[in-house]
C-alpha cells in the first residue's frame, strides 16, 4: 500500500497501541445524555475563590486476600466476607447511567477484564460510552494493585503493561489511566514512583503513611510534594498526594450496604431528618481537611473494601451530599462539591502557582502505630515468594520462546495469555506479600501451576520447533519441578538426558548446571562431541531426610555450560556411562582449618563450624556467619504495646537467640565446586559453595519445619558479621533497581521516635543489601524478597522464614503458621555473598559494585535448564540431526544493556525494552551512556519498522506528555504523530533508562 501524507502511518500506529475494535453487530444503544469528553478536557469546573471538595467514587478491590480470586469475583463464601466484584459493576454501570453528572473510578483490569468480557455487545458498547464521556474512568489500571515491598521492577512493568493493554484495546485512549492510585500498599517505593513518571502518569496518589510521617505532614502542610524518584533519570519528579483518611470516607459519610453510618435523611415531615446536621459535620471536616493540603482543592475517597455491590446507596446519599451542601452557598458557604476524579483534582491543583515541598527518600519501613512495623511481610510466605520469582523467570523464558519462534502455533497466545494473567495477580499486594489467608495462599499456588503447565506447552513446541523437528524427532522439553528438593525423575530414571539451557539475557551466560541423579557413572558430551568434566556432589542429608521427598536421587550431578547463547540455548546429552572426565567430588567428614575456595577467594571455617573469614587478594578479613531466631511477640492485641508479631508486623519479643553454638560439618570438594554442607540443629542447615572462576560465595539455606512446641513463634534470621566499619549505614535494592542509604534509627524527613529498635529498623530487600566503609564492602544478594537490617556496624541480617501463632489483627484474621505434610513449611532458597574493595575507590575499572550487577542480573534470570529423555535417540543422531545451538541475536548486547522485554504483541510486532543496568558513578566504564545498535543486534533481520513508547507500551514517546505542577507550567512540546521518527534504530541508554519499542522483524532471505 502506498503510504501518502502519513495517513497509513497514523492508522497503522494506533492498530499497534489500541488494537482495532470492530463496530458490535445488531443495534447500536444510543446515549441518553449529551456526549462528555474523557481525561481533562471532561473534567468539572473549579470554583477560583471556593473550597473545592472532589467526592471521588470508588471501590477497592482486592485480587485475593481473605477469598480468592474467583471468590471474590463471584461473591461466594460471604461467611467469610460479604464481596462481589461482578455485582459491583454491574450495581454501577447502572447508577451511572441514571445522571450523567455521576462519575466511578475503577482500578484493578484483573477484574474489569473478568467482567466486560462476560457482558453482552450491547453492554459492552454502553461501557464504552461512559468511558467516553469520562463518567468510569479507570485509575492505576495494573492488573492488580501491587505491593511496592517485595514486588520486583521487572514484574511489576510486566503487570502494568499488561493490565494497560487490555484498557487500550478495549476502550481506547479514554480508557488510559492518567494517575497511580496506590491506596493499599504497605509502604512506598522509590522504584515504584519511577516507573509511573516512566509509564508517563500525572501523579500518584498513596494511601498508607507512617504514622509519624503523617503527624508532621498534616501539622506542616506538606501531604502533597514533588518526588524525585531517581537519582539516575531526567524528569522524574513525579507529584505525590497523601490522601487524609488512607482510601476511606470521612466518619459519618459511609453510605455502603457495608456501612453502620445513617444515610441522609431529607424528609421535611420525618423526624429523623438529619440534613443540617449532617451537612454541619461535613462542612467541618472538609474545612479542618483543607487545612492541611496549600489549594484549594481537597479529595475525598466514598468507598472502601468492596463497596458499591448496591451503588444505589452510595449516589443516593451522594447526590444527597452535593445538592445541601452546596445550598449552603446561598448562606455564605464557601464549599463547592461535585463529583470528581484523582486525574481532574490533578488538573486542578496542577495550575496553583504553589512552591511544593520536594522529597528523594521512600516511605519504608511503615508503621501503623508505635509498636506496629509493617515489616514482617517483607518475608512471610518464603516459599511463595521464590514461587512468584521463578514465574517471572519462566514468563520470559515463554515469552521469547513464543515471539522468536518461526511458526506461532493457534494456541501460542492463550497459553502464554494464563502466565501473564496469573503473574499479574501475583503482585497484588495480599498475594507476593504473604498476607493473605492460608486457603487463598494455596490456591494462588495452584493457578501458577496451571499457568506453568500451560506456557510448558508452548516452550516444548517452540524448543522442538528450532532444535528438533526433523525426521518426524520429537523431544518432550520439560523443567525438573521439583528441583528445589533435589528432584527429578527425568534425570534420576532416564539412562540417557538432552539437556537445554535457554539463556533470556541479551549477552552470552555461563552456569553451573546441577542434576539431581542417582549415584553411578555419568557422562556429559556437548555438542560440539567434546566431553564436558563433570563430578557428583552428595545431596545434603537433610534434603535426603525430608519425609514427604519421594525421589531416588542421591547425588546432583554438576557441570559447566560455557557460553550458552544470548537469547537462545546450547545443549548437551548426558548418558549413564563411564567417563575419564566425570568424578565423585572427596567427601571429607572430618577436617582441621576447613577451608574451601578458588583463585579468587576462601572463606574459612573456625572449630565450631562456623564460617569466620574469607580471604580475597591475599588478604584475610574477619566475615562470620550464624542463625538466629527473634520469638514473635504474643499481646492480646488490644492496645499497642500488647500487639503480636503476625503475617505483616514483625515485632520481637526480646533480642535475637543464636541457634546453636557447634555445627556439624561435612566437605565436599571437587575441580568445578567445593563445598561445606553444615547442620546447626535438626531443623536449620546449610550448603556453603563455591565455583571454580566464581567471584562469589553462594550459600544455599535450609530452614524448617520451625518447631513451636515451646508456645513460641520464631522469626528466623541469617547473620554476617564483618570488621566493616560501617557507621550506622546500609544499603538495600528498591525493587532490584537502584540502591538507597538507609541510617539505623533514622528517617530523612522527620525526628524518628522509635519503640520498636529492631523491627523498626528493617526494610525491604528485593535483591540485595551492601554495607561499606572506606576500604571494603560486603553485599549479600538474595534469590526472594526478604527483610533485611545493619543492626550492629559491620553486621548484615536476612529474615529467612517465619512462623508465628497468633494474628497481628490488621484483617487476615489467621496466624502465620504455615504448614505442609502435616508440619511445619521448610523453606529452602540460596544467598549469594561478595566482599571486595569499596565502591569509594573511584582509581579501579571495573568495581566490585559492577560485579555485583554483573551477578544480580545473572541470579535474576539464568538460563533455564530443560530436559527431555532422548528417548532411544544416540548421542551421533543428536549431532546428526537436531540444531544444538541457537540465537536469536545476530550480535550481543553491550555488557551494561540489559534486555528486559522480548515478547510477541499485535499484529505481528514485538515488543522490546533494553534497560541499562548501572547507576550514576557506579563503575568507572559501565556507568557511561552506551549506544545499543538494533539493526546490529538483529542483523538477520530487516526492521520493517520500530517505534518507540512509554515505558508500559501504551503510549507513543514522542506525543507523550505529562502535567506540570506549581512554578514549572511550561509544557514540552510534542512532535506531532505524523512526524515521528520512524525508525530510531541506533540510540543512546543512559544510566538506569530503559527504552521501549514496538517493532516489527522480517527475515532476511538468504
Known sequence: MEVRNGIYLLVLMGCLLNGIRATPTGSKRVSDHTAGKCGYEGCPTVAENMLNVHLVAHTHDDVGWLKTVDQYYYGSKSNIQLAGVQYILDSVIQELLKDRRRRFIYVESAFMHQWFTEQSQDMQETVRELVNEGRLEFIGGAWSMNDEATAHYHSVIDQFTWGLRFLNDTFGECGRPRVGWQIDPFGHSREQGSLFAQMGYDGLFQGRLDFQDKLKRITTRTMEMMWKTS?????????????????????????????????????????????????????????????????????????????????????????????????????????????????????????????????????????????????????????????????????????????????????????LTVLRNVMGVMQHHDAITGTEKQHVADDYARMLYDAFEACSAVTRSALNQLAGERDSLKLEWAYCRQANVSSCPMTENAANNVVLLYNPLGHSSSDYVRLPVKEGDYLVRNDRGQTVPSTLIPVPSSVIDLPFRESSATHELVFHAEQVAPVGYRSYFVSQEKSDASSYAADIRQEDNVSIGNDYLTVHFDENGFLSSITVDGKTHALKQNFFFYEGAYGNNEEFRNRSSGAYIFRPNGTDRVVTDVVELQV???????????????????????????????????????????????????????????????????????????????????????????????????????????????????????????????????????????????????????????????????????????????????????????????????????????????????????????????????????????????????????????????????????????????????????????????????????????????????????????????????????????????????
Open 231 to 415: 537519582d539516575n533519570l531526567e524528569e522524574s519528579e513525579l507529584f505525590t498526594s497523601a490522601l487524609y483518611y488512607i482510601y476511606a470516607p470521612p466518619p459519618g459519610f459511609c453510605f455502603d450496604v457495608l456501612c453502620d453510618d445513617d444515610p441522609i435523611i431529607d424528609g421535611p415531615y420525618s423526624k429523623d431528618n438529619n440534613v443540617k446536621e449532617k451537612i454541619d459535620l461535613f462542612l467541618d471536616t472538609v474545612h479542618n481537611m483543607s487545612k492541611t493540603y496549600r489549594t484549594n482543592n481537597i479529595v475525598l475517597t466514598m468507598g472502601e473494601d468492596f463497596h458499591y455491590q448496591d451503588a444505589n446507596m452510595w449516589f443516593k446519599n451522594l447526590d444527597k451530599l452535593i445538592k445541601y451542601t452546596n445550598a449552603r452557598q446561598a448562606e455564605g458557604s464557601m464549599v463547592n462539591v461535585f463529583y470528581s476524579t484523582p486525574s481532574c483534582y490533578l488538573k486542578a491543583v496542577s495550575k496553583a502557582s504553589v512552591e511544593w515541598p520536594t522529597k528523594s527518600d521512600d516511605f519504608f519501613p511503615y508503621a501503623s502505630d508505635p509498636n506496629s512495623f509493617w515489616t514482617g511481610y517483607y518475608t512471610s510466605r518464603p516459599t511463595q515468594k521464590r514461587y512468584e520469582r521463578e514465574g517471572n523467570h519462566f514468563l520470559q523464558v515463554c515469552k521469547q520462546l513464543s515471539a522468536i519462534t518461526p511458526t506461532k502455533e493457534a494456541f501460542y497466545e492463550s497459553h
Open 668 to 1006: 565436599v570438594k571437587s575441580d568445578l565446586v567445593q563445598e561445606v554442607h553444615q547442620i546447626f540443629n535438626e531443623w536449620i542447615s546449610q550448603v556453603v559453595r563455591v565455583y571454580a572462576g566464581e567471584e562469589h560465595v553462594e550459600l544455599e539455606w535450609f530452614v524448617g519445619p520451625i518447631p513451636i512446641d515451646d508456645g513460641t513463634g520464631k522469626e528466623v534470621i541469617s547473620r554476617f558479621e564483618s570488621d566493616i566499619e560501617s557507621d550506622g549505614a546500609f544499603w538495600t535494592d528498591s525493587n532490584g533497581r537502584e540502591m538507597l542509604r538507609r541510617v539505623r534509627n533514622k528517617r530523612e524527613t522527620w525526628e524518628l521516635e522509635l519503640v520498636e529498635p529492631v523491627a523498626g529498623n528493617y526494610y525491604p530487600v528485593t535483591a540485595k543489601i551492601t554495607i561499606e566503609d572506606a576500604t571494603h564492602r560486603l553485599s549479600v544478594l538474595t534469590d526472594r524478597a526478604q527483610g533485611g537490617s545493619s543492626l550492629q556496624d559491620g553486621q548484615l541480617e536476612l529474615m529467612v522464614h517465619r512462623r508465628l501463632l497468633k494474628d497481628d489483627r490488621f484483617g487476615v484474621g489467621e496466624a502465620l503458621n504455615e504448614t505442609q505434610y502435616g508440619a511445619g513449611l521448610v523453606a529452602r532458597g540460596k544467598h549469594w555473598l561478595t566482599f571486595g574493595a569499596s565502591s569509594r575507590n573511584k582509581s579501579l575499572a571495573y568495581t566490585q559494585a559492577a560485579k555485583e550487577r554483573f551477578l544480580q542480573n545473572k541470579v535474576h534470570l539464568p538460563s533455564w535448564v530443560f530436559v527431555s529423555p532422548s528417548g532411544g535417540i544416540a548421542y551421533e543422531d543428536y549431532l546428526n540431526r537436531f540444531e544444538k545451538n541457537h540465537s536469536f541475536l545476530s550480535n550481543a548486547l553491550p555488557m551494561n544493556v540489559h534486555l528486559l522485554t522480548l515478547e510477541p504483541w499485535k499484529d505481528g510486532t514485538v515488543l522490546l525494552r533494553f534497560e541499562h543496568l548501572f547507576e550514576k558513578d557506579e563503575d568507572t566504564q559501565y556507568s557511561l551512556p552506551v549506544q545499543v545498535d538494533m539493526q546490529e543486534v538483529f542483523a538477520n533481520f530487516t526492521i520493517v519498522s520500530a517505534y518507540e513508547t512509554t515505558l508500559a507500551g501504551n503510549q507513543w514517546k514522542e506525543t507523550a506528555q505529562r502535567l506540570a505542577f506549581g512554578l514549572k507550567q511550561k509544557q514540552k512540546d510534542i512532535a506531532p504523530l505524523d512526524r515521528m521518527p520512524k525508525n530510531p534504530l541506533r540510540f543512546d541508554l543512559k544510566p538506569m533508562e530503559i527504552k521501549t519499542f514496538v517493532v516489527r522483524f522480517e527475515q532476511k532471505m538468504t
